[in-house]
Antibody
């Protein structure tokens, strides 16, 4: 059974930093691209970014709203995905989801498994 | 960036109704569109990918169609468990983007 479990959310002050983790199991983590998606309270879904797999040199993509502030990384030896968030703003308050990308092609660049999400609150 | 506009944003329907949700892209995205269902307090769930392919385990009352810039999600006979919010997502180019959502509520 595929499982994605996020952790690391919580309350942080504006300008602060937080690191989210996503522990995975039930599939070959190293084969897959992995993304982060967030959802502000009562709002829609926002894609944040992607880390590709080893074959594709672990390269990353980011949404403009977080580029330069957020960093996505992975540790294939631990089957884990990370989101380092710096210079946090109140508008970063959201539930953050770790998601698995079905395949490395555009045909398969959708999210077939989601974690349960972790809440990040940015407030003074 | 590719903008996705869903309509309607809110829909009130009865059990057994046929429901259609539209997603329009600001530029052509071939067939690279997915649909998700989200219930309150839960993570989204993949329903359909590449516009019309049903994800494994998803009931056949759900169907998708379209290509280019206009897409639809149809629920042929609405069931109580289908009351939720539905999102489209383009998987054609970066940044990946979602529609604003359509909330389906009980009439």
């Amino acid at each position: 059974e595929v499982q994605l479990v996020e952790s690391g959310g919580g309350l942080v002050q504006p300008g602060g930093s937080l690191r989210l983790s996503c522990a995975t199991s039930g599939f070959t983590f190293s084969d897959h691209y992995m993304d982060w998606v967030r959802q502000a309270p009562g709002k829609g879904l926002e894609w944040l970014g992607r880390t590709r797999n080893k074959i594709n040199s672990y390269t990353t993509e980011y949404a403009a709203s977080v580029k330069g502030r957020f960093t996505i990384s992975r540790d294939d030896s631990k089957n884990s995905l990370y989101l380092q968030m710096n210079s946090l703003k109140t508008e970063d308050t959201a539930v953050y989801y770790c998601v698995r990308v079905w395949s490395s092609t555009w045909y398969g660049s959708y999210f077939d498994y989601w974690g349960q999400g972790t809440l990040v609150t940015v407030s003074s | 960036d590719i903008q996705l506009t869903q309509s309607p944003s809110f829909l009130s329907a009865s059990v057994g109704d046929r429901v259609t949700i539209t997603c329009r892209a600001s530029q052509g995205i071939s067939s690279y569109l997915a649909w998700y269902q989200q219930k309150p307090g839960k993570a989204p769930k993949l329903l359909i990918y590449v516009a019309a392919t049903l994800q494994s385990g998803v009931p056949s009352r759900f169907s998708g169609s379209g290509s280019g810039t206009e897409f639809t999600l149809t629920i042929s006979s609405l069931q109580p468990e289908d009351f939720a919010t539905y999102y489209c997502q383009q998987h054609n180019s970066y940044p990946l983007t979602f529609g604003g959502g359509t909330k389906v509520e009980i009439k």
